[in-house]
């Protein structure tokens, strides 16, 4: 009975939530606002959301958060050097990255990951192939913005997800 009222509850809270930060109040009207939208939404939509992964490891979830939060910015600071200097000493690439993960979802947390990343963009995610096509702004070695991916993001992410 509750999962038809409730068939997302993590999505319904995180909606509520978001409502509340973006609207600045808790004022009463909000609060009520927010479960609407929390607990419409996900009604309304549930026929179209796939099946979420469980997350396994929510402490993780958290660190991930905010090492993907560190890296944007140490990145944009990068990228900055990088545009501002001479344009010829840029390496673009296009490399490959063999997945492990076997979850649709989970891999397009990975590709969303590399793409909030500056100066790197995710181009193509092959479930069948299991590989993630990411062009990077600046490779001098391929090899080892693979390893940084797999170690860095990957590896996490299965910790999370199982």
């Known amino acids: 009975m509750t999962r038809r009222w409730l068939p997302f509850p993590r999505i319904s ?11 600045q109040s808790v004022s009463a009207a909000h609060i009520l606002l927010a479960l609407v939208l929390g607990l419409g939404l996900p009604l309304l939509t549930g026929g179209m959301l796939p099946d979420l992964p469980a997350i396994r490891r929510p402490d993780r979830l958290a660190a991930y958060g905010l090492l993907v939060l560190w890296d944007i910015l140490v990145a944009n600071v990068k990228v900055a050097k990088l545009t501002l200097g001479p344009l010829s000493r840029l390496n673009p690439a296009v490399v490959e990255v063999p997945l492990d993960i076997e979850d649709p ?7 969303a ?32 913005l693979v ?11 299965l910790e999370i997800f199982g």
Request: glycine share 6%; charged share 20%; hydrophobic share 50%.
């Open 13 to 23: 809270l995180f909606l509520g939530i978001l409502w509340l930060l973006l609207a």
């Open 105 to 111: 979802i989970v891999a397009s947390l990975l590709a």
């Open 147 to 157: 390893a940084e991916i797999k170690d860095r993001y990957e590896r996490r992410l």
């Open 113 to 144: 990951t590399v793409t909030l990343t500056p100066g790197t963009v995710s181009m193509d995610i092959d479930m069948g192939a299991r590989r993630l096509t990411v062009h990077g702004l600046d490779v001098p070695d391929p090899a080892a």
